[in-house]
C-alpha cells in the first residue's frame, strides 16, 4: 500500500518561536502491516516533534509514506516533499527524519537527493544518527547508508527466499487474489496466520461464465471474441472484484490464467522488472481448479487460432466459405483461393496449400481442389452424416451419459452459493434486528456495511439463479427442438449469402483436413451440443470432445485408392 496524505496533527501541536527554522518531516513504514498495527508511524511523529521543540526548529508539515520500500525513489509522498523542498519558494529549511534508514536504503540515492536538498539550502538532519557538516561526518554518513543497503539487501534475500518455501507448501502470501477465489485460514504456526486460496463461489460463476462465452457464445452469435465478451459482461452488469467494469487486457489473463485449472504460478517475474524469470525458479501452487483442464486448451487453442496474425479478420468475412477451415492435412497450412483456366476458357476457382504456394514443394508437395466441389463434399457430408435427427440425437444421448459423474460438482455449486445467500440474510436480520431493539444506531459505518452485504447477498442471488437455469441436462431437449435444429443447420450452411452459411458452418466445426483421398471435418461434441440447447451456457460444462464426428468405422470406410468424392470425418 502506498499512500502519500500530509497529516498536520503534530504540526498544530508544535510552537512556533519567531526566527526558527522550519521544518517537515518525513515518516515511512515498509509494509502495510506496519500501518495497521499504527504503532511505527505514531512512535516516529512523537520523537520527531519533541526533538523540533528541544532543537528549537518549527515543524510545519509532514510527509507520510505508508507501506513503501525506500530502496528506490518510487514513493509518492517522498517525490512530493522533495518538489515542495526545492520549489522557488523555499518553504522548508530541514527535513527531518527518525533516521537515514527511512529517507533511503540505496547509498547512491541517498546522497543523490541529500545533495539536490542541498543545493536548494535545505538539510537532512536524523533524530537518532546526527551527523555534522565536516568530511569525516559526511563518510560516516555513507558508511549508514551502505550498511542500510547492505541490510535492506540480506533482509530481502532473507524474505524471498521464505516466501518461496511458503509458496512451495502451498500458502497463499498476500499477493493480489485472482478472480474466483479467496483467501482462508487454514492454520496459526506461532503468530503467523497461515492461508490458503479457495473458491469463491459467486466469482467462480462470473470465471466460468467468461470461458463458455468465449467457447461457445451465448446461444446467439455463436462464440464470443474478447472484444465482444468485454462488451457483453459489462452490458450485463458484471464487474471486477474492484467494482471496475472489465476490459479487454483483464479478459485475456482470466482466459490465460492456468490458475484456474488449480496450478498456481508464483516466481514467475521480477517484482520490480517484471521480467519473465527461467521457468526453474517458478513454484507451483496447487490451487481447487474452477475450470476443466480440456475445456481450458480449448480455449488457449482458439485463443491462438483467432488471433490477427494468425487468422485475419478478413478470413471471417471473406466471401469464400472455407476460408479459415480448410487446411493441408500435410503442412496443416491453410488453404487458399486460387484460380485458373479451362480449355473452353472458363475460369475456376480452387483451394490450394498456402505453404507450398509460398514456400515451394520442398516446403510442402502441395495439393488442390476446386473450390464448388470441396464446398459441396463438405456441405452435403455434414446434412447426410451429422445434421440428421438420428445422429444429433444419438451425440445428445452420448453425451447425457457422461454428464452423470459431473452431477455431484455442480450440486457442490448450488450448495455453496446458497450457503452464500443464506449467510448474507443472516447478518443482514441479525443487523436489523439490533436496529429494531434499539441496540445499535445506523451510522455510516452501519449503513456501509448493510450496503456490502446487500451486494453480496445479490451478487450470489444472481451467480444461484444463472446456475439452476444453466442446470438443465440434455436429457430435457425435446426431440422436436433436436429435429427443428437439424432442419435448420442442413438449409442455412447451403443456401443465403456466404458470410450467413459460413457463420453457421463455423459453429460446428472447428477445422477441415483436406487430404490426398480423403477429406476430414472436425468439431467438438460439447459445441454441438451447446448449439443444438439453444444457447444455454450450462450444458457445456460437460465436455466430451471428439475429433472425429462418426465414430462407426463403416460409416467412414473409404474404397482403398478412392479419391475425395466422399469424406471421412
Known amino acids: 500500500m502506498k499512500t502519500s496524505p ?46 523540533c521543540l528541544n532543537n528549537g526548529l518549527s515543524l510545519v508539515d509532514e510527509f507520510l509514506e505508508a507501506g513503501a520500500s525506500a530502496t528506490d525513489d518510487n514513493r509518492p509522498a517522498f517525490l512530493e516533499m522533495i518538489l515542495r523542498a526545492t520549489a522557488k519558494d523555499h518553504p522548508f529549511d530541514v527535513v527531518v527524519i527518525h533516521s537515514y534508514s527511512r529517507f533511503f536504503r540505496d547509498l547512491v540515492g541517498s546522497e543523490m537527493y541529500i545533495r539536490k536538498l542541498e543545493k536548494a539550502r535545505v538539510k537532512v538532519m536524523s533524530i537518532t544518527q546526527p551527523m555534522g557538516d565536516d568530511p569525516s561526518q559526511i563518510m560516516m554518513r555513507q558508511m549508514i547508508g551502505l550498511f542500510d543497503e547492505h541490510q535492506s539487501r540480506e533482509t530481502g534475500k532473507h524474505v524471498k527466499r521464505s516466501m518461496i518455501e511458503n509458496a512451495k507448501q502451498g500458502f497463499h502470501n498476500g499477493s493480489p487474489i485472482t478472480l474466483g477465489y479467496k483467501a482462508q485460514e487454514v492454520e496459526l504456526r506461532g503468530t503467523r496466520v497461515k492461508k490458503k486460496l479457495v473458491i469463491d463461489p459467486v466469482e467462480a460463476e462470473t ?24 462488451s457483453y459482461l459489462n452490458e450485463h452488469g458484471y464487474r471486477t472484484r474492484r467494482g471496475a467494469r472489465f476490459g479487454i487486457g483483464t479478459i485475456h489473463n482470466i482466459l490465460t490464467n492456468t490458475t484456474y485449472i488449480g496450478e498456481l504460478i508464483y516466481n514467475r517475474n521480477d517484482s520490480k522488472t517484471q521480467q519473465l524469470k527461467d521457468p526453474s525458479e517458478w513454484v507451483t501452487v496447487e490451487v481447487p481448479p474452477i475450470i476443466d483442464r480440456a475445456q481450458f486448451e480449448a480455449v488457449q487453442a482458439a485463443l491462438k487460432s483467432r488471433a490477427p496474425k494468425n487468422t485475419p479478420p478478413r478470413v471471417i468475412t471473406s466471401p469464400i466459405l472455407l476460408s479459415g477451415l480448410a487446411h493441408c492435412a500435410t503442412c496443416q497450412g491453410a488453404m487458399t483461393l486460387g484460380s485458373g483456366t479451362s480449355k473452353n476458357k472458363t475460369v475456376y476457382n480452387y483451394y490450394k496449400c498456402s505453404t507450398c ?25 455434414l446434412i447426410q452424416r451429422l445434421l440428421t435427427t438420428e445422429r444429433l440425437t444419438d451425440t445428445v444421448a452420448s453425451i447425457v451419459a457422461q454428464r452423470a459423474t459431473k452431477v455431484a460438482e455442480v450440486d457442490g455449486r448450488l450448495q455453496k452459493l446458497q450457503a452464500e445467500v443464506s449467510d448474507a440474510e443472516s447478518k443482514l436480520k441479525r443487523l436489523y434486528q439490533m436496529v429494531e431493539e434499539g441496540l445499535t444506531e445506523v451510522d455510516e459505518i452501519l449503513k456501509g456495511r448493510i450496503d456490502a452485504l446487500k451486494q453480496n447477498r445479490e451478487r450470489a442471488q444472481t451467480a444461484l439463479d444463472r446456475i439452476r437455469v444453466n442446470a438443465v441436462p440434455p436429457a430435457d431437449i425435446p426431440a422436436e427442438i433436436i429435429e427443428t435444429f437439424g432442419r435448420m443447420m442442413r438449409e442455412n450452411i447451403t443456401s443465403g449469402e456466404i458470410p450467413f452459411r459460413k457463420a453457421y458452418l463455423r459453429s460446428v466445426v472447428d477445422r477441415i483436413e483436406v487430404d490426398d483421398e480423403v477429406i476430414r471435418v472436425i468439431g467438438s461434441k460439447a459445441t454441438l451440443l451447446k448449439a443444438i440447447a439453444g444457447g444455454n451456457p450450462g450444458l457445456p460444462g460437460v465436455q466430451s470432445f471428439e475429433r472425429k464426428w462418426c465414430a462407426r468405422r463403416d460409416l467412414n470406410s473409404q474404397p482403398s485408392g478412392s479419391k475425395p468424392d466422399a469424406l471421412s470425418s
Open 6 to 51: 500530509r497529516v498536520n496533527g503534530a504540526v498544530a501541536a508544535n510552537s512556533n518561536p519567531v526566527g526558527a527554522k522550519r521544518a517537515c518531516c518525513y515518516l515511512r513504514v515498509s509494509t502495510g502491516r506496519q500501518v495497521e498495527s499504527d504503532l511505527s508511524i505514531p512512535d516516529q511523529r512523537n520523537q520527531i516533534a519533541a526533538f
Open 207 to 230: 470465471v466460468k461464465l467468461i470461458f463458455q462465452l468465449y467457447q461457445w457464445g451465448d446461444g446467439q452469435s455463436g462464440p464470443l471474441g474478447t472484444k465482444r465478451l468485454v
Open 357 to 381: 504456394a509460398k514456400q515451394g514443394k520442398t516446403a510442402c508437395k502441395g495439393r488442390s481442389i476446386r473450390m464448388d466441389k470441396l464446398d459441396t463434399l463438405v456441405t452435403q457430408h
